[in-house]
């Protein structure tokens, strides 16, 4: 029952925040927090970081990766050859991916072909906005999960996570008509 409006909008947002406070207090998470923080600080002193800070490692490499070729990338799935050439012996070599699919894009078809991914994903919000009602709420909800989650994990490389977003996403797009000249999309009910 809930419509995009400005007010719900920042009643989500006052909601978040409040439960973000709230986990913020609980053991679990504030001791996850101190790690994360701890290894960020050993990780920029060029420390060893905990078995929880090894994503940064693989951050590194990989930025490492993206500044030799910013702009046009290595190449579509020449990143685990490249990480592998860089992380010879050292234990972080056994990942696939860098946890990170902008990252991940950014290094294989550079900067255009990751703004052409993030350009994709903004078009989803505009449409899911547009769009209104429940199917343009499920549309927003499960575009921002893709991109939160892109952040940490390879949401939409990896074939348990990309084909059942890709699925999800097709639910609340399916039956979206261009729109003629004059004419609103049909989105049917």
Do not use: C
Not at 147 to 165: E, K, P, Q, S, Y
Request: no cysteine.
């Amino acid at each position: 029952h809930l419509h995009l409006s400005w007010r719900n909008v920042l009643g989500v947002l006052a909601v978040g925040v409040l439960l973000t406070l709230l986990l913020a207090q609980a053991s679990g998470l504030r001791q996850r927090v101190d790690n994360t923080m701890a290894d960020i600080g050993a990780f920029s002193e060029g420390k060893q970081t905990s078995e929880q800070g090894i994503r940064l490692a693989m951050y590194g490499v990989t930025l490492q990766i993206i500044a030799e070729k910013p702009l046009q990338g290595h190449g579509v799935g020449t990143w685990l050859q490249q990480y592998r050439a860089r992380t010879v012996g050292n234990p972080i070599n056994i990942q696939l991916t860098p946890h990170n699919d902008y990252m991940l894009y950014m290094s294989e078809i550079g900067l255009f072909g990751m703004l052409t991914l993030v350009w994709i994903l903004l078009g989803l919000l505009v449409h899911a906005w547009r769009t209104g009602g429940e199917r343009g709420m499920w549309l927003g909800m499960l575009t921002l999960s893709l991109m939160l989650g892109a952040t940490f994990n390879a949401m939409i490389r990896d074939g348990v996570f990309g084909m059942a977003f890709m699925i999800l996403l097709a639910i609340p797009l399916a039956g979206a008509l261009p729109a003629r000249a004059g004419q609103q999309p049909r989105v049917p009910d």
